[in-house]
């Protein structure tokens, strides 16, 4: 039986967010999805490269979060963009609400998946910008280690 190739049981991740950010601390949260929205996620119909997340009111909100419309839904399905709460114990939002007052700190999701209960989860990280010099700097590096791997291929 062949796998459909729009199917992603690993989840959706934001390849981008450890090009543009310097990871600080990572959390586990949950997501508030509807249906369809649950279905479109399954289906890989998502997308996280612009996403972030803001607390507002000892709530944490998550904007950007692209999901697309499920195919088989009805005419009344989910608005793409919406806004999505996301599930944390008060403790967690008012540990990090004091960092992310700080200048140059925000709130960038990692990847979305399902973990093995069914439920969605958000990987939500606690994130510095880097710099063009400290990008480059990156890329460098994993150049060097990419020559590295081959040489050592090479060698064997």
């Keep these: 039986m062949a796998k459909s190739s729009t ?28 249906g369809t929205e649950v279905k479109a996620i399954r289906d890989g119909q998502a997308q ?28 009344n399905s989910h608005a793409a963009l919406r806004a999505r709460k996301l599930l944390l114990h008060r403790r967690q939002i008012h540990k990090w609400a004091p960092k992310l007052s700080q200048q140059g700190l925000t709130l960038v999701p990692l990847s979305v998946y399902f973990n093995e209960r069914g439920i969605a989860k958000v990987e939500l990280a606690l994130c510095q910008g880097k ?16 020559e590295m791997q081959r040489a050592m291929r090479r060698n064997r």
């Design 7 to 34: 199917k992603n049981p690993a989840g959706i991740r934001n390849k981008k967010a450890h090009l543009k950010y310097q990871v600080l601390e990572t959390l586990e949260c949950g997501l508030m999805l509807a």
């Design 131 to 146: 710099g063009h010099h400290d990008k480059r700097q990156d890329l460098k590096k994993r150049e060097h280690n990419r």
């Design 48 to 75: 996280l490269s612009d996403a972030f997340a803001r607390i507002k009111k000892d709530e944490v909100w998550l904007y950007g979060f692209h999901i697309g419309p499920y195919q088989h839904a009805s005419v």
